[in-house]
């Protein structure tokens, strides 16, 4: 079972950037999507962005979009999330996740069925 192990998470100030890491284990796992959720305090989990893998095509949520950026390393079997311009609300525990089933062929912000442990983002205003 592959493992995805996220990092770069931390404390930065309204207006700063950070760059998220998601490191998978394996090379060989079958993926379809990988994605970005996060979940704040008090809320439910919410879809951040994602990448097809076939096809480098990229999709983001409406309250990241122009400020976060997806993007895949293959060589370090890695998938980014740069954050910019990053506001209070984008506080959260952020977690990266695969799309590994190939007989799912729902929206790309739903059937992820391999999780990472997650990493804390805090944006003081």
């Known amino acids: 079972q592959v493992q995805l192990v996220e990092s770069g998470g931390g404390l930065v100030q309204a207006g700063g950037s950070l760059r998220l890491s998601c490191a998978a284990s394996?090379?060989?796992?079958?993926?379809?999507?990988m994605g970005w959720f996060r979940q704040a305090p008090g809320k439910e989990r919410e879809f951040v962005s994602a990448?097809?893998?076939?096809?480098?095509?990229?999709y983001y949520a409406d309250p990241v979009k122009g400020r976060f950026t997806i993007s895949r390393d293959n060589s370090k079997n890695t998938v980014y999330l740069q954050m910019n311009s990053l506001k209070p609300e984008d506080t959260a525990v952020y977690y990266c996740?695969?799309?590994?089933?190939?007989?799912?062929?729902?929206?790309?912000?739903?059937?992820?069925?391999?999780w990472g442990q997650g990493t804390q983002v805090t944006v003081s205003s």
């Open positions: 996740a695969a799309r590994t089933n190939p007989s799912y062929s729902g929206a790309y912000y739903a059937g992820y069925d391999v």
């Open positions: 394996t090379r060989t796992f079958t993926r379809y999507f």
């Open positions: 990448i097809r893998w076939s096809t480098d095509y990229t």
